[in-house]
């Protein structure tokens, strides 16, 4: 994710860093609505006021008590034991000839019930306790789902931040260009023609300008819609764009992916599967069905009592599909967990590379590229002043320079937003030298 340290000498920011030891998931079990730091109306906000807000407050982690509470209900169902039921029977009733009315009837009260063979009731708790650690481990993917996407949008603004702040450059420096074109028409050594390119580059400057702002802005509303705001109670976010640090090898990242919460998923899905084949094998041992009671002759004016049960024949037999469908779900969640490591595989190598690209690009971009263009730049104008270098010389100079910081910008960026999808696979941070020497981890708590 995303370092929250300010760039030195970046005008747009100041410098200011959260101090954070902990990881991600003590992130997770450690936030509540109550540990948020940033008020409504500060004018800043950090990456870490940001994530706290959308673990507290995000939609679509308020469905889980529910998700929960539901589980409660069945576990207290699943603990029942069979019914008692109270039956009533009467025969002889209401016919013809010796049993005409009542004089002949008998009734009969009886109590029944079922025991319950091969431990049904064991069985069907342990489906309901291995259901609710799915529901835990899908409850840490969501998070750490929304922990990814809160850094790649914050990221987003970030860059939208430089970019607006170097489209306001551009459309100073194309104000520069207008008053040079100015000065060289009125001297009488550039045509009018020119002058009227300036000005049309100037305004063209200034709607780019606008145009880096209205998107600011909706970035702005999309990162504060991660916890339920609609209008953004923030200016800006605090970070700097340009912070990635030392590379981790491929390997040991690699290796903490199978301990990702989607792959733990898998592992919680297939101990559920175990729970419900063994609930399934509960089903071919028969229950017992039992009923006692009193029984009263009309007739004779006597009474007695009955009892009676009763047990379906060939259960197991009848019961070996349920058990055959029950292994072979199990099967393919074994089956879905291996298709997900190649897929997280895949992931994790084009984020790896992609960030490490990037990242090479913003090193020669700042360490050469930029440096070189804005010799260039200096050079060019004052060659066009005095009247060496044409119009579209200045301008491809001007051009090339705002081109390079703007990929800059857009490199950095993209090395951000891996570096976070890179955290979100190995739900770990990467090494904490990617944030400094005080040793920072984005997103975790002051």
């Known amino acids: 994710m995303l370092s929250i340290r300010t760039a030195p000498g970046s005008g747009a920011f100041g410098r200011r860093n959260i101090k954070s030891r902990c990881i991600l998931f003590s992130l997770l079990f450690f936030i509540s609505s ?28 308020k469905v889980f008590p529910y998700r929960y509470a539901a589980l409660q209900g069945q576990a207290e169902t699943a603990g029942l034991r069979p019914a008692y039921e109270l039956g009533f029977d009467a025969e002889n009733v209401g ?49 750490l789902a929304l922990l990814g996407e809160v850094t790649r949008r914050y990221v987003d603004v970030l860059a939208a931040q430089e970019q607006v702040t170097l489209a306001g450059e551009a459309a100073q420096l194309a104000s520069e260009s207008l008053r040079i074109v100015k000065k060289r028409a009125t001297a009488g050594a550039t045509p009018e023609a020119e002058v009227k390119r300036a000005q049309a580059a100037a305004e063209q400057a200034k709607l780019a300008l606008l145009s880096e702002q209205q998107r600011l802005a909706y970035l702005k509303v999309s990162l504060s819609a991660l916890w339920g705001v609609t209008s953004p109670d923030f200016d800006k976010v605090e970070g700097d764009l340009f912070q990635f640090g030392e590379d981790v090898a491929f390997d040991l990242l690699y290796a903490k992916v199978e301990k990702n919460p989607a792959i733990e998923v898998f592992a919680a899905e297939s101990r559920l599967k175990e729970a419900e084949i063994r609930l399934a094998q509960t089903q071919s041992s028969a229950d017992i069905s039992w009923s006692v009671g009193v029984r009263r002759l009309q007739e004779t004016d006597d009474t ?30 074994l089956a879905e967990r291996d298709v997900m490591l190649l897929d997280l595989h895949t992931q994790l190598f084009r984020a790896f590379h992609n960030r490490k690209q990037a990242i090479v690009a913003v090193k020669a971009l700042r360490t050469a590229i930029i440096p070189a263009l804005e010799q260039a730049l200096v050079e060019t104008q004052a060659a066009y002043q005095r009247g060496r270098y044409g ?4 301008v491809s100079a001007r ?13 950095a960026a993209a090395a951000l937003t891996y570096g976070a999808e890179i955290e979100q696979l190995t739900a770990e941070p990467l090494a904490l030298t990617q944030y400094g020497e005080d040793n920072t981890f984005s997103g975790t708590p002051q």
């Open 304 to 333: 007695a009592l009955v009892a009676g049960f009763s047990m379906p024949l060939f259960s197991g037999k009848r019961n070996v599909g349920a058990v055959s469908t029950a292994l072979a779900e199990k099967n393919q969640v």
């Open 391 to 394: 119009y579209l010389d200045y």
């Open 399 to 411: 051009q090339e320079l705002l081109s390079a910081r703007r990929t800059q910008i857009e490199a």
């Open 34 to 61: 109550s540990g948020l730091n940033a008020a409504p109306g500060d004018s800043t906000i950090t990456l870490t006021n940001a994530v706290q807000r959308a673990l507290s407050q995000n939609p679509s982690l």
């Open 95 to 143: 016919g013809t000839g010796d049993f005409s009315g009542a004089g002949g009837a008998e009734l009969t009260i009886a109590l029944s019930s079922v025991i319950e063979m091969g431990d049904k009731r064991a069985a069907r708790q342990g489906v309901i306790s291995h259901s609710r650690s799915v529901l835990n481990a899908s409850r840490q993917v969501e998070s």
